[in-house]
């Protein structure tokens, strides 16, 4: 059975820069097991059917000006059924304030709650995003994962075939390192992954003969990077003279991971290759191919033009 995925609230508080407004509840067990968020616009008028109070709850301007037009008398069973719901939190957005009652039945039924200081629509959006990469289903896979001109590249291929060292010159060129050896891959939608490091392996390379390298310390802030969408896969093999390798490109081939598709080449390793500036050209190609250019397109186009004329 697979294992319900989940993130610590106090993760959540720290990136998301919240303030707490119920110091006496300790959170430093509480996780967040749904990526998803609610705003109680019914349930303050006193309907609770369908409920998701799983959820993150996001208390905005209008939430709270209209809690505001409604007696103590009315409010108060309304709250009552709301803080007692199980609810993991509450977030008051656009520099609005829990009242004392409020603050009392949450710190009763220990309920957290924050304040962001941001509008409702923007920190909506921030927490949608955040929640959506922490428990998004993802998998583990051995590669390594580079930013190369805002692509990101994952390479893949044998242990010691040398995937580390490829990513080492494309740092020297001024690329980004997002990890070497184990690459963390989250599923954040239909048609998007995002990759990241394991916190243990973060900004380290392994080079066999030398040893642990810190890519960070040694190269700067610049040459790193926390995550990176997964525009492309290069598997890199040992070179087969009998193997025929694509030279035009043609037909794009793709990987999978977690259902969504990732465009893939196979790129033959031999002596005397610079992989780097292969690899680096790749990821220009298929940024170039996004904007609705193919090379290989536009050849196969000039050879039918050619033989049109000759006929």
Not at 31 to 52: C, D, M, T, V, W
Not at 148 to 169: C, Q, T
Not at 185 to 210: A, F, N, Y
Not at 287 to 293: E, I, L, P, V
Request: aromatic share 8%.
């Amino acid at each position: 059975m697979a294992s319900v995925l989940t993130v610590e609230m106090t993760k959540m508080v720290e990136k998301l820069n919240l303030k707490n407004m119920t110091p006496d509840i300790d959170i430093t067990d509480m996780k967040l097991a749904s990526p998803e968020i609610n705003r109680p616009a019914l349930q303050l008028s006193g309907y609770f059917a369908h409920f998701a109070s799983e959820r993150v709850q996001i208390v905005g301007f209008v939430e709270y000006t209209y809690l505001q037009s409604r007696s103590d008398e009315e409010k108060e069973p309304i709250y009552q059924k709301f803080f007692s719901s199980g609810i993991p939190c509450v977030i008051y957005t656009s520099k609005t304030r829990p009242e004392p009652r409020a603050l009392e039945l949450a710190n009763q039924y220990r309920v957290p709650v924050f304040l962001a200081d941001k509008t409702t629509s923007n920190f909506m959006a921030a927490i949608i995003n955040w929640l959506n990469v922490q428990l998004a289903p993802r998998i583990s896979i051995h590669g390594v994962l580079v930013d190369v001109y805002g692509e990101g590249v994952l390479i893949m291929g044998e242990s010691g075939i040398g995937k580390s060292e490829a990513a080492l010159e494309l740092l020297k060129r001024g690329h980004r390192l997002v990890t070497d050896d184990v690459v963390e891959i989250h599923k954040v939608s239909d048609d998007t992954l995002v990759g990241r490091s394991p916190e243990i392996t973060k900004h380290l390379i392994e080079l066999r003969g030398i040893g642990i390298v810190d890519v960070k310390t040694l190269f700067g802030v610049e040459c790193v990077k926390e995550t990176q969408q997964i525009d492309m896969v290069i598997k890199l093999e040992d070179w087969d003279k009998d193997k025929d390798y694509d030279r035009l490109g043609l037909q794009e081939e793709y990987t999978e991971f977690l259902g969504n598709k990732v465009v893939c080449h196979s790129l033959p390793v031999r002596p005397g290759r610079n992989l780097a500036i292969i690899v680096e050209t790749a990821a220009v190609n298929h940024r170039q191919k996004k904007m609705g250019y193919n090379a290989a397109q536009e050849l196969y186009r000039r050879v039918q033009e050619s033989m049109a004329r000759r006929n």
